[in-house]
């Protein structure tokens, strides 16, 4: 009875997997298990893996995991980013990236989200480029445990196109409040002079030429004018 002499069988699908195994008096026993929802689980688990596969890698958004302030894993859109900022491998800390005004806060809320704490998950910050350009993204994170550890999940996106056309947009309203401004005080100005000449008019009827202010009311009709 040992285990060499064990034989063992399965049905083409893997569903039933059995083990004939030899008896006393020349007899053979038989074992059955079934592990057809063992392998609808593993399945299920095998597409679900192959979908957040492809979603990760084909992603146009930046994701990837920091862990001691360094990068540990990223899609290939993060690691594309990262060669444009100008790191060249994962032994940088992140942060030396960020832009200098907006660095500490940064450092600030990843630290506070490590220990827990809660904070919006999406914000904005600057980034320097290997070429000293400034670049805008919006940042999510999410508190994660990588290989035992604390970690933040985090998705990051170029939005400096973004920003370029909302300050554009911005500029456009102040010159439009300030166009709306300006119209209502012509207006506002305009009703003043009017009421001036009116008044300076009737002066002028009521006078005579040869009055010592003549002259003097007709420069003040035409400088209204």
Partial sequence: ESEDLFYRAERIDGSLKSRVFPLRNNRLGVAFENVSERIKAQSALHESEEKYRL???????SIFIIQNNKVKFANPKANEF???????????????????????????????RLQGNYLPQTYSFRLWTKDKKEIWADFNAVLIE????????????????KKKLETQVQKVQRMEAIGTLAGGIAHNFNNL?????????????EMQKNDPNYDKIKSIERCVK
Wanted: negative net charge; glycine residues 8%; proline residues 3%.
């Fill in 193 to 205: 002079l009017m009421g001036i000449q009116s008044s300076v008019s009737v002066m002028l009827l």
């Fill in 55 to 61: 979603l990760f890698e084909n992603a146009s958004d």
């Fill in 82 to 112: 990262g060669k444009f900022l100008g790191i060249e491998n994962g032994e940088q800390s992140i942060f030396d990236y960020i832009h200098p005004e907006d660095r500490k806060t940064a450092i600030e809320r990843h630290q506070k």
């Fill in 146 to 161: 990588w290989e035992g550890k604390p970690a933040t999940l985090n998705f990051l996106r170029d939005v400096t196109e």
